[in-house]
């Protein structure tokens, strides 16, 4: 598939459909219901569902069709968090045995752990700048715009 990937309706839906392009109104549409979250996961990981997965839900972003995207964001949070509290502690580089400066490769584990949350966290409305696209909807799903109700159209 090539060129942007599309991006799901809840969240056009959430920013006020940008491009006043028609919604896909034969999208699957889960129940808006938090998946359970998976045992397998690490401490930290855990504690990160917790924090986000009721918020998401009541956002309506977050389904139960969402988990390994979630859990994916959740882990790769526990795995950045373990890499940068070792280089708190340890520093970010050594001396090898010929006594040149290393870096230590949980560097670079932290790194590649933080562009994966960091896209999963795109995809779940995540981001400051994704978060910015949003507009909060009114309860009972709809949103409200206000320019159209300056304009008299909503």
Known sequence: MRGRKPT?????????NPGKRPLNDREPKPAKKAPS????????????????????EQLGILTEADMSVFASYCQAYARWKAAEEFITSHGYVSM???GY?????HVSISQTYQKIMNRCAE???????SRSRLIAGE???TVKDDMEELLGGG
Do not use: F, M, N, Y
């Open 8 to 16: 799901p309706t809840a969240i056009k839906v959430l920013e006020g």
């Open 37 to 56: 979250c998976p045992k397998w996961l690490e401490t930290d990981a855990k504690r990160e569902w917790r924090r986000l997965s009721h918020k998401l």
């Open 96 to 98: 090898t045995p010929a």
């Open 101 to 105: 400066v290393q870096q230590l490769p």
């Open 123 to 129: 995809q779940l409305g995540l981001t400051p700048s």
């Open 139 to 141: 309860p009972g799903g």
